[in-house]
């Protein structure tokens, strides 16, 4: 077997990993080209939640690919309803989960940023739901309710809220997601402890 020289044997190694690095799929994919139809209004790129402070600079809402496919699949049972998916948050760098941490240091609604959550894994997300002209359906509180009322089993609400929780919740949950205990809109990747934290 014939060896190629070390310049040779270098440059056929870096052209390698290249080609690999060229190859991998992105950390985040953008809602918009992933999900097009889900409509996005990142509340922590505006001062419209709990904590009345502005986190973001970028709008886009990202998510790990696969997550994101699943939302896909998501998104597109609620269209055969007539309805659709608005995201309130999604990927969530580990910089905005300390701040947070630092306004509500209390793991039932802000995860610790020592151990990261799965917003900074680009794993979960927020969401609600509209009506086909972009509405939003009567939920049980609205987004950053940090009250019993947010529970995703709370009964001291409508019926027509108890009917749209049970539908968010019952097709996030057969395309691959589970709700959180204490708020209804947050809802898990089922695989999200493959995914590393992401800064």
Known sequence: MKLLPPIAALTAL????????AGEKPALVDLAA??????????YATDDN????????????????????????????FAE????LKVWDAW???SVQREMWKVM??????????KGSRHNRGAAVDVTLTDK????????????????????????VSDTAKKNR????????????RVLATEWWHFDDTDWEQFGILE
């Open 14 to 21: 870096l052209l390698f990993v290249w080609l690999r690095g």
């Open 34 to 43: 992933a999900a097009p139809d889900v409509k996005v209004d990142l509340r």
């Open 50 to 77: 709990f904590f009345r402070q502005k986190f973001y600079t970028d709008t886009r809402a990202r998510l790990r690919p696969a997550t994101a496919a699943k939302l896909a699949a998501a998104q597109k049972e």
């Open 81 to 84: 309803r007539g309805l659709s």
């Open 92 to 94: 969530r760098p580990l």
């Open 105 to 114: 240091p209390n793991p039932d609604y802000v995860a610790d940023p020592a």
């Open 133 to 156: 002209d972009g509405r939003e359906l009567e939920m049980p509180t609205g987004f950053d309710d940090f009250s019993p009322r947010a529970h995703p089993d709370a009964a001291e």
């Open 166 to 177: 049970a539908l968010l919740r019952e097709v996030m949950e057969r395309h691959g997601f």
